[in-house]
């Protein structure tokens, strides 16, 4: 799982709001941990705008023969395409 963040990691690190900062702490943790699929990629820190297109970068080196794209500006499809459909690939 590769989140592509094209904000300061600060904004991660600096969250106020309690419930937001519960989950920018898991999130941190996860990308930490090396047994966890999850990681993130700092575009700025990588020397990259911020910019959509940083989501196909090949600083990205995914090790998966599947990539699949989910984008938080939508559009966003039913939890059947999205969930169901999307991740049985």
């Known amino acids: 799982i590769i989140i592509v963040w094209n904000s300061p990691r600060t904004t991660l690190t600096t969250v106020t709001k309690e419930k937001e900062r519960i989950y920018a702490t898991k999130l941190l943790a996860w990308n930490e941990d090396p047994s966890h699929p999850l990681r993130i990629f700092f575009s700025l820190e990588e020397g990259l705008t911020n910019n959509l297109l940083n989501r196909y970068h090949p600083k990205l080196r995914p ?9 938080d ?14 991740l049985e690939l």
């Open 63 to 71: 090790k998966n023969q599947a990539v699949m794209y989910f984008d």
């Open 73 to 86: 500006d939508g559009p966003f499809f039913s939890k059947e395409a999205m969930v169901d459909v999307g």
